[in-house]
């Protein structure tokens, strides 16, 4: 049976070893968890037991190896959704081209022609438009499940880290409310791995955090704006303006997306120098 020391201070026990191991896989004992058994003189470091080594420390991290493949996949589908942006802007381009204010006054077989494309390039755009919101659903959707197993990674891994995967997943996934939880749940987690590997705030990526929150905040008010307000103007003589912002915003997602995938991939890094570190350290 086993007796070990919570974080804050108090002592729980006895459990026995299937229950240790399943307190360590939920991130309630992490590798320098002070424990105790029977056959143990002193207190010690969950890390430097024979029982660690032979039925932890021996097996590979599946944990992390999800997380691994969980970053790859969230951020090939961030790929994906810029390239899909890129062609929008491409399309809206082109309904500008084509666009002029008399184009519903036919006058000529040309005006018939350019009158088609228009009406086809629109509805490129209504269907592309479709496929954007199932990307951001899907994008949201993956980002809950990759901020849940990055915060179980780290709480094995690091000190002092006390965060619920599941309010991350709820909070990130709650329409409105994401807004504000998933920049700031991400700020939080960053943080947290960054004060573990260098015990300080670094002033380059706390500029970077600044700016990523900042980038986040200003592109879903483009969005909205974009969406509620921008999309009521039926006049026809601002439809160039209109377009215009439109272009405007799928800019702004996309250098978006793209300092979310460099965000990611920090994180990820940081992740794995903090396992590897203490993986040869149990070693």
């Known amino acids: 049976m086993w007796y070990y020391i919570k974080e804050n201070k108090e002592q729980e026990g006895p459990i026995s070893d299937p229950a240790l191991i399943k307190l360590f896989k939920e991130g309630k004992i992490t590798p320098s968890t002070q424990v105790w058994t029977q056959n143990m003189k002193n207190w010690a470091e969950f890390s430097r037991t024979d029982f660690y080594k032979k039925t932890i420390s021996q097996k590979k991290d599946f944990n992390f190896e999800n997380l691994k493949h969980c970053t790859y996949l969230l951020r090939a589908i961030m790929y994906a959704f810029m390239l899909l942006l890129g062609y ?11 666009f002029s204010p008399d184009i519903r006054q036919i006058n000529s077989p040309e005006d018939i022609k350019t009158l088609l494309q228009f009406n086809e390039t629109m509805l490129s755009l209504k269907l592309i438009n479709l496929v954007q919101w199932g990307m951001f659903i899907f994008i949201f959707v993956m980002l809950a499940i990759w901020t849940s197993k990055v915060i179980k990674t780290a709480k094995k891994n690091t000190t002092g880290f006390m965060m619920s995967p599941t309010k991350a997943v709820i909070g990130t996934l709650t329409p409105i409310a994401n807004i504000i939880l998933v920049p700031a749940i991400i700020k939080r987690i960053y943080r947290s791995l960054e ?31 974009n969406n509620f307000a921008i999309t009521l103007k039926a006049n026809l003589h601002l439809l160039n303006d209109i377009f215009i912002y439109k272009i405007y915003n799928c800019s702004l997602q996309i250098f978006l997306t793209l300092v979310s995938i460099i965000f990611v991939s920090v994180i990820l890094r940081q992740l794995k120098y903090i396992h590897g570190k203490t993986f040869k350290r149990n070693h």
Request: glycine share 0%; charged share 20%.
């Open 195 to 225: 004060m573990t590997i260098r015990k300080r705030r670094h002033i380059v990526s706390h500029i970077f955090v600044k700016t990523w929150m900042f980038v986040w905040f200003i592109t879903w008010i483009s969005i909205i704006y």
């Open 88 to 98: 929008k802007i491409y399309m809206i381009v082109r309904v500008v081209e084509l």
